[in-house]
C-alpha cells in the first residue's frame, strides 16, 4: 500500500517529535467507537459502564461518560483511586479484592467515596466489610457469577444465594446486585441461572438492583438477558485484531496503531521492528501472528524478543526498508496500551493531544 | 509445603504495606547472583557488562559496578538517559536506534556522554554520524553480528567488513568492535566467523578493541570466543524459570518471586490468583504453565485474563485457599519487571528497601 502524503507527514512528525515504538490513537475513530457502543446500550435499554482496562485514562473515561456513560467499571482498586482523583464518582470494581482490602485503600478510597465491588465468595465479603467499617460507610457489592466462562464467579444460584444471605446480615454491607460475564454462546443458561437465583431472593425479600453484562464482544447480544440493567466492555474504544476476529470491528474500526520502525533487514525474508514483547506483549489472543501491519497485510510479526518483533517477509511482494515506519494494529490492545504512560491523539492527519495513561502499573 | 513463621510474617508484611500483587526481591539471593556471575568473568578475564533490560534500576545497576561490572548494557536509548542520570558513565546500547536518533535524544545524551551504539546497517550508521556532528562529538560504533541467532546482526563477514569501512570513512564514528550473541550451541561458529572477519578489517589496519558476547546461559561459554573481552548478561541478577531450565539456576537462586492473593476457588479444582497477563505477562519462555508456585509445586497456572491468574490444582493435593498468599517464580522475570514501577527488597525476612524500576515504558 502507497501511503499517502498525509499518511508520511504525519509518521515523521510521530518520529521526530516522539520516536519510536510510539502508541497513536485517532480521536475520529475512537469517538465513533465511544458512540456506536453508546448508540447500543441506549437502543437495548442498558445503562453503559465501560471498563477502563483498556485505556487507563481518566481523560478517556470521562469522555465515555460524556457521551453517555453512566459510570465506569476498574479491575484494580488503584485504577479506582485514579479515576475518583479524575472527578469521576460511580465507579464498580468487578473484582474480589484482597490486596487492596488488607493493605486499607479498600477503605480509604471508600470513605472518599462510596465504591460498588464484588464478591464470589465469604472471605471478600468479610474483608468487605471490615473496610465499609474502617471508611464507616456502607459498601455496595454485587455478586459475581460464572455461566460457563470459567473465570471469577459462583457457578450455581445456591452459592449465589448463600452470598446473599450473609450480605443481608451484614449492617456494613449492601447487596447491590449480580455481575454477570456470559459466554458469547451462554446467554440462555445466564437467564435460566438468573431466573432461579431471583426466584429464591425474591422469597426473603431481596431484589438486584443492578443486573450487569460485560465484554465487546457481547454487545451484539446485549439485549439478550432479560431484566439486565448495565452492560461493562472495554475493548471497543479501540479495537485490536481479537475485535476483528470477533466480528465487532473492522481494520477501519481499530482507533490505536502502534508506529514502529524497521530497523534491520536481515537476509531476503527477514526483517525487525523497534517493537518487541515489551510493546506489544506476547498475548497472542489466539490469532497467528503478533499484530498486524498496515502497510504490509501479508508480512507476519512471527516472534518477539524483548525490544524487538521478528518480521516473516516471505509473503510480501514489497518488502520493508530499514528506515521505514509501520502501523501495527496490536492483537490484544488492552496489554499494549497498559505498557505505556502516553498515548499520542491524532485528528485528521495532525498531532492534537497527548493523553497520560494515568491508571497503568496499578497493580493492586 | 508447610510455611515457616518468618514466610507468614513476611507475607502478612507485603500485603498489609503494598497490597498484591507485588514483586518482591530477596537482596541475599541478588547479591550472590551478581558475585557469582562477576566472578564467572573475573575467571575467564572477560570484563562484565551486565543488560539492564532485566531490573531497570540504577541502584541496582550500580550495586554491579560496584561488584566489578565494568560498565553496563541498554536496549533502549531511554534506559541508558536514566542511567546516566545516576551517575553511569559507561553505556553501551545493543541495538540498531533509529526512533531515538531520529527524535533528536540520542544526540543530546551523547553530547552529555559518550556512548556505545550499535549497528547492522549503513542507514544506522548515517544516524548515528548525524547524531555525532549534532553532538560535537565522535560516536563509538560496534557492528552487530548474527552467528546463528536469527536476530539482528549482518550474517556474512562480508557484511561487517562493508560496515566497518564505512565508519572508517565517516570522521564522526569510531570503529569501537564487534557485537556477538552466540547461539549456545554456535560459539564454534562465531570463532570461525570472528577470524574471518578479523584478518579482513587487519588488512586495512582496522581491529576491534571490544569484543562482546551476551546472554546468561552463555555464562557457562564465556572462554570459548578466543578474543572476546566482555559479556553482556541480564537475567542472572534475579533467574526465573527459563534459566532453571537452561541449567543456570535452581529454584534457590531465584531471587524475584511475584506475592499474589488467591482471589477465587471455583470448583474443587479451580482457583485464580489476583495476578494475570498485565502482571507475569504471556511470555512462556516456551515452558508448560505460566510460573513455578512455590508453595505449590504441582498447581499450574495454566491461562490468564489481563489481571487473573488461573490455577489448575487437579494434581494438588493440598489446595490454596482464598486469602492464601502465594509466592510465584515467573517464566521470564525481565517481562514481568518490566510491568511495575517498584520493586520490594528484603533481607532475613525483613522489608528493608523500595527499589524503584526507573528505567521502565522507555521504550524509544
Redesign the interface.
Known amino acids: 500500500m502507497q501511503p499517502s502524503h498525509d499518511d508520511a507527514q504525519l509518521k515523521t512528525a510521530i ?8 502508541l497513536v490513537i485517532d480521536l475520529d475513530i475512537v469517538e465513533r467507537n465511544i458512540s456506536k457502543a453508546q448508540a447500543i446500550c441506549d437502543a437495548a435499554g442498558v445503562a453503559n459502564r465501560p471498563h477502563i ?1 483498556t485505556h487507563k485514562s481518566p481523560i478517556l473515561a470521562n469522555r465515555q461518560i460524556k457521551a453517555g456513560a453512566h459510570g465506569i467499571t476498574c ?3 488503584g485504577e479506582a483511586e485514579v479515576m475518583a482523583d479524575a472527578g469521576i464518582t460511580d465507579i464498580l470494581i468487578a ?6 482490602a ?4 479498600l477503605a480509604a478510597l471508600q470513605k472518599r467515596l462510596p465504591l460498588k465491588v464484588c464478591a ?2 465469604a ?2 465479603l468479610a474483608e468487605y466489610a471490615k473496610a465499609a467499617t474502617q471508611a464507616e460507610r456502607v459498601i455496595d457489592v454485587l455478586i459475581e457469577v ?1 455461566t460457563g466462562q ?6 450455581t444460584p445456591a452459592e449465589a444465594f448463600a452470598l446473599a444471605q450473609i450480605i443481608k446480615a451484614e449492617p456494613m454491607l449492601n447487596f447491590a446486585g449480580l455481575l454477570y460475564y456470559p459466554p458469547l454462546d451462554g446467554w440462555p443458561r445466564t437467564q435460566v441461572f438468573h431466573a432461579e437465583l431471583s426466584a429464591e431472593l425474591a422469597k426473603i425479600g431481596m431484589s438486584a438492583e443492578i443486573i450487569s453484562t460485560g465484554g465487546t464482544p457481547n454487545l451484539a447480544n446485549i439485549d439478550k438477558l432479560k431484566g439486565s440493567t448495565e452492560h461493562r466492555a472495554g475493548t471497543y474504544i479501540f479495537n485490536d485484531r481479537m475485535m476483528i476476529e470477533a466480528g465487532m470491528a473492522s481494520l477501519k474500526d481499530c482507533g490505536l496503531h502502534v508506529y514502529s ?1 524497521v ?5 531476503t525474508d ?1 526483517g ?1 521492528l ?2 518487541g ?3 506489544l ?4 489472543g489466539g490469532l497467528e501472528g503478533f499484530g498486524h501491519i498496515i502497510e504490509h497485510p501479508t508480512a507476519r510479526i512471527s516472534k518477539f ?4 518483533g ?1 518480521l516473516d517477509l516471505s509473503r510480501c511482494n514489497s518488502k520493508p ?3 521505514d515506519i509501520v502501523r501495527v494494529v496490536p492483537n490484544h490492545v ?2 499494549a496500551v ?4 502516553q498515548l499520542v491523539a491524532v485528528r485528521g492527519g495532525e498531532i492534537v493531544e497527548i493523553i497520560p495513561v494515568a491508571a ?2 496499578k ?2
Chains 1, 2 share one sequence.
Request: with cysteine; charged share 30%; net charge negative.
Open positions: 518520529i521526530e517529535n516522539f520516536g519510536t515504538p510510539c482496562k479491575q484494580k482498586l473484582t474480589n479484592l484482597l490486596g487492596a488488607r493493605s486499607g485503600r464470589d465468595n472471605i471478600s460464572d470459567q473465570r471469577a464467579g459462583v457457578e520502525s530497523v534491520s533487514r536481515g537476509g527477514r525487525i523497534d517493537a514483547s515489551k510493546t506483549t506476547s498475548d497472542t524478543a524483548e525490544e524487538h521478528f526498508e530499514v528506515g488492552c496489554v497498559n505498557m505505556v504512560d497503568r502499573g497493580l493492586v
